[in-house]
T-cell receptor, first 114, second 115 residues
Framework: AQSVSQHNHHVILSEAASLELGCNYS??????LFWYVQYPGQHLQLLLK??????LVKGIKGFEAEFIKSKFSFNLRKPSVQWSDTAEYFC????????????FGIGTKLQVIP | DGGITQSPKYLFRKEGQNVTLSCEQN?????MYWYRQDPGQGLRLIYY???????QKGDIAEGYSVSREKKESFPLTVTSAQKNPTAFYLC??????????????FGAGSRLTVL
């Protein structure tokens, strides 16, 4: 079955630390990949996306993600986190052949300590 | 401003009662979705609709029903058959063409509590 896995469910970092959140999916075909973020009290919103082309994509607020096809991965990174990055982060995938249905991972709660 | 409006924001229901959550969008998006968000379980898809008068079951459709009579509206009914309805419900819409294709736009959510 097509699925999305996020390995880190709760991450605590100090400000200025580097961040990497893992995301893997189980499917050998074409995919569209997303990271969404939910800041406390706010709507879920798009952080970045990958459809094709350069596998290193940049999003808002200094976030980036790298698509590694051979590893079925789309990990999210930020070199130096800020307290304002405290939020829940969701990896999401559209698997080809499934219309545009979006499947989400279970999310990672990031807490940044000042 | 374009966006998605969900109502009510908070809803309390007695066991055995059906309740309908409203979702309206003015983004002219073709596709609409309902997700359920529970702590530690992420977003799970309940129903989705690609076009008017058509919808498909998601991963956890049992105990829920939807309709899509208008492009801008996709109400969700939580029926008494849903065994664990207390949750946060999120509606989203999606353009299927253009520069913003496939990106979901979310509403603020509706929190349902069954007493």
């Amino acid at each position: 079955a097509q699925s999305v896995s996020q390995h880190n469910h709760h991450v605590i970092l100090s400000e200025a630390a580097s961040l990497e959140l893992g995301c893997n999916y189980s499917y050998g075909g074409t995919v569209n990949l997303f990271w969404y973020v939910q800041y406390p009290g706010q709507h879920l919103q798009l952080l970045l996306k990958y459809f094709s082309g350069d596998p290193l994509v940049k999003g808002i607020k200094g976030f980036e993600a790298e698509f590694i096809k051979s590893k079925f991965s789309f990990n999210l990174r930020k070199p130096s986190v800020q307290w304002s990055d405290t939020a829940e982060y969701f990896c999401a995938v559209i698997f080809s052949g499934g219309y545009q249905k979006v499947t989400f991972g279970i999310g990672t709660k990031l807490q940044v300590i000042p | 401003d374009g966006g998605i409006t969900q109502s009510p924001k908070y809803l309390f229901r007695k066991e055995g009662q059906n309740v309908t959550l409203s979702c309206e969008q003015n983004l002219n998006h073709d596709a609409m979705y309902w997700y359920r968000q529970d702590p530690g379980q992420g977003l799970r898809l309940i129903y989705y609709s690609q076009i008017v008068n058509d919808f498909q079951k998601g991963d956890i459709a049992e105990g829920y029903s939807v309709s899509r009579e208008k492009k801008e509206s996709f109400p969700l009914t939580v029926t008494s058959a849903q065994k664990n309805p207390t949750a946060f419900y999120l509606c989203a819409s999606q353009s299927v063409g253009g520069t913003g294709a496939n990106v979901l736009t979310f509403g603020a959510g509706s929190r349902l509590t069954v007493l």
